[in-house]
Structure formats: structure tokens, C-alpha cells
């Protein structure tokens, strides 16, 4: 078996243990699969973020230890063929790449990691969906100003959306999101001496969502390190820079390593005079701390794995250093937050929390609940739908449902998705939140 990703950390994964019950092929991503120690931890209904398919089913092989036993039935057959059995193929498609096994699981099994292997196995055998393939070229496709045209009548036109259901399978019920008017975007570099003091350069990557979807955002976070005195340099704004995170997910591993390595070569620049990057999409930024390093993109990946941060993870990084000019206030405003699973997997929560706790003023709830049923495009999926439904209502809705006229804040693309297409509040990003809380403390001042 040819295998698509550097699957070398899990070399020595198992060794002289009589029970590790390797498969027979497969390398050393058999080995990967092979951690799981069938403790059956991720059967339990407990806070955190694993496992969002089993909790609403119930169903043990929609677990990623039930994944993992079909995983290595098929990879023990020692036939390609087996790949697609259909019952492996259900299960496959009903993981929806959270990274909570990897967090959660005390063997860590990766099963987002190991989805993506599957997947480009699966499409090295048959050719993709034209669904697939709408996803996977996102970043193009919305480079067309037809695509808005389209999203647009789509969504407004009932029979056009049963039409895309017919022919794509994309469901009907789910409003698609529509790209921004214009792609407008911050200047790049951002002079900033307002706080008064030397500056410092910082590099802020617009991810491809941000760019086409929700430029405020990058709007926003862009004035927001301004104002607190650095100097941004804006990358992917005007030069169609994607991290090939839509590819990734669709087991495009080729085309996702061509992105990555544009990606890395219009970032060496600042990396090389030491300069941190900074993100605002979960998925994507995350990806080049976790992902990357499993694309054979050499030693660039690693330095970059270490210089890159959420805002809000370098918000509180320079908090803490004491390095963080201007103080937050919003008095009287109270939020509902939901994390990004990816976010949770990494711990990244942590850093959210205490950036909004240094809002003066502010009334903050993290929402305890597993994934949103999102999940990309898992929810815009026809025989998806309901199960992204079912995920939202076991935590997420109801907590919304509970606070109707509270605003949310929500960091990740499909989460802001998830929630407007269940009727809620339009989610709002950190960014926002905190330069409003900037601005209208300045202008009080």
C-alpha cells in the first residue's frame, strides 16, 4: 500500500507489545490505527468533544474504536478492494474529523489524521463525486464571481435548491452560505505606532472562508493589532493564498500538499526574520500546526507548526509577557461562546477564556457541548442533514434556544453556519468582539 501521508512517528508504535494487533498492511499507518487499546472510552457520554456520531446513534461502530475494528478487517484482508466495504464506508463518512479522539482518547488515536488516508486510498480506486469535487475546489470556485450568483439564486429559489439535491446531493433544507459582495481586505503592511511604543511585526494570514465570506473579520483583527502597535503584514487577502484544508478533507492529499507549499513559500520570508503568524479560522490555522506536519513538506513545516497562533492564542500569549498595550472594556454585554473543535482539541479554549475574562465589563459562557454538526460541509450533506441536526440539538441548540436575544461568538466558519441556519443570533468572531470593545473604550476615553 502506497501511503499518502508521513505516517513515520508511529514507527515504533506497538513494539513488543504481544497486543497491539497490528494489521498485516499497511505500514506504519496500520500502526496508527493499531493504538487503539479498545478501552472503549470514547462509548462514554461525557463532557468534551468525543465522539460526536456515537452520541447521537449510539451506535458502537460509528466510535473510532468501532472504526478502527473495521479498519483493520479491511486492512488485514490485505486487498485494496476492502477499502470500500460498505459498512467501513458508513462509518467513514459519519466521522466528522473533530480531532476529539486525539485529544480525548488516552492512546490518542487520530482519527481525523486517519480519515484523511482512507479517503485518498478510497479515490486513488474511484474517481470522486462531482460533490467532492465541489468542495475540494472551494477556494477556486469562489475566485468566480458567478459562484455568488449561483449561492445566491440557489438559496432563494426552492426548486434550484431540490435541483443541487437531485444532481449533488447537497441538502435542500440547508441554506449554502453566500460569499461577501466584494472581497475587500485590509492594506498589507498595516503601519502601527497609535499604543505609542516601538513596534513589532506581526504576520496575519486571511484564510479563504474569511476572505470570500466574512471579510469584516480580518477587518477587524487587522485594526485591532494596529491599534495595539504592531505592524501586520496582511498575506492572503489579495493573493488567493489557501492552506488546502478543502482538499485535505476530501482526500486530495496531492493537491492539498501543492497549496501547503505555496502556503510556506509566501511565509519563509517572515519567518525567516522570526515573525509569528497569526490566524483567525480554526481549521485552516490549526492545520498548519497539525496537518502539515503529516505532508512530507520537510523542515519548513515545522518551523512553521511553531510560529503559528489563533488571535486569541496570541492576545493572551502577550498578555502574559505583559507585552499587550490597550485594555478591553464592554460593559453590560453578555455572550454565549462556542468553541471550534478543532480549537478544543488543541486547547485553545484555554486561551479564549482568558482573553474575554480581561474584557471589563463582560459576561461570558463557554457552551459545554460536543461538535456542532457542521463539520465543513458534513451538514450540507442530503443524507447528513438530519444527523448534523441531531449533533446541534444534543448541547449547542439548546443553549442558544435558552438565551434567544444573547449574542454568540464563534470563531469557526461552519460553526457561524450551523448556528444562523438554525434561526440564532449570526455569530460573531473574537476579533470583533474585542476591537468593538477597544474602539468604544477609546472613544469614551
Not at 46 to 62: D, F, H
Request: glycine residues 6%.
Amino acid at each position: 500500500m502506497k501511503l499518502f501521508l508521513d505516517w513515520s512517528s508511529y514507527e515504533n508504535a506497538g513494539m513488543g507489545d504481544a497486543y497491539a494487533d497490528i494489521p498485516r498492511s499497511g505500514g506504519d499507518f496500520a500502526k496508527a490505527v493499531a493504538v487503539c487499546i479498545n478501552s472503549r472510552q470514547c462509548e462514554q457520554i461525557a463532557k468534551g468533544v468525543m465522539c460526536p456520531s456515537y452520541r447521537i446513534t449510539g451506535n458502537a461502530l460509528l466510535s473510532p474504536g468501532g472504526r478502527v475494528k473495521l479498519l483493520k478487517t479491511a486492512l488485514n484482508s490485505n486487498h485494496q478492494a476492502a477499502l470500500q466495504d460498505k459498512t467501513l464506508a458508513e462509518a467513514m463518512s459519519l466521522c466528522v474529523s473533530c480531532k476529539g479522539c486525539k485529544r480525548e482518547c488516552e492512546n490518542e488515536v487520530d482519527m481525523a489524521l486517519i480519515k484523511a488516508e482512507y479517503l485518498a486510498q478510497l479515490h486513488q480506486a474511484n474517481a470522486l463525486t462531482q460533490r467532492h469535487k465541489i468542495w475540494a475546489h472551494l477556494p477556486r470556485l469562489l475566485r468566480w464571481p458567478l459562484t455568488r450568483r449561483l449561492v445566491l439564486s440557489r438559496n432563494r429559489h426552492r426548486w434550484l435548491a431540490l435541483a443541487g439535491e437531485k444532481l449533488f446531493g447537497i441538502a435542500a433544507h440547508a441554506r449554502l452560505p453566500e460569499p461577501a459582495p466584494s472581497h475587500s481586505h485590509p492594506d498589507t503592511p498595516l503601519s502601527a505606532n497609535s499604543a505609542g511604543r516601538q513596534t513589532e511585526e506581526v504576520v496575519l494570514f486571511v484564510d479563504t472562508f474569511n476572505r470570500h465570506f466574512n471579510p469584516a473579520v480580518a477587518e477587524s483583527a487587522a485594526k485591532l493589532l494596529k491599534t495595539a502597535g504592531y505592524t501586520v503584514h496582511v498575506l492572503g487577502s489579495g493573493d488567493r493564498l489557501c492552506c488546502g484544508r478543502t482538499y485535505f478533507n476530501n482526500g486530495m492529499i496531492a493537491q492539498a500538499r501543492q497549496q501547503a507549499m505555496q502556503l510556506l513559500q509566501a511565509l519563509q520570508p517572515h519567518l525567516a526574520v522570526g515573525r509569528l503568524i497569526v490566524g483567525l479560522e480554526p481549521s485552516c490555522i490549526l492545520s498548519l500546526r497539525d496537518e502539515y506536519l503529516k505532508m512530507n513538506l520537510g523542515d519548513a513545516a515545522a518551523g512553521l507548526a511553531e510560529r503559528v497562533l489563533l488571535l486569541e492564542e496570541f492576545i493572551a500569549s502577550e498578555q502574559t509577557a505583559k507585552r499587550w498595550p490597550l485594555n478591553f472594556k464592554a460593559e453590560g454585554l453578555r455572550v454565549l461562546v462556542h468553541g471550534h473543535c478543532h480549537q478544543k482539541a488543541v486547547g485553545a479554549m484555554k486561551a479564549m477564556r482568558k482573553v474575554l475574562k480581561s474584557v471589563q465589563g463582560l459576561d461570558f459562557k463557554l457552551i459545554e457541548s460536543s461538535c456542532c454538526g457542521m463539520a465543513g460541509h458534513f451538514g450540507l450533506e442530503a443524507e447528513h442533514y438530519e444527523l448534523s441536526q441531531a449533533m446541534a440539538e444534543q448541547a449547542l441548540f439548546p443553549a442558544l434556544r435558552a438565551e434567544p436575544q444573547t449574542a454568540v461568538v464563534a470563531n469557526g466558519f461552519s460553526c457561524k453556519m450551523q448556528i444562523a441556519n438554525g434561526g440564532f443570533n449570526h455569530p460573531q468572531h473574537i476579533a470583533q468582539i474585542l476591537y468593538t470593545a477597544i474602539a468604544e473604550h477609546m472613544e469614551e476615553a
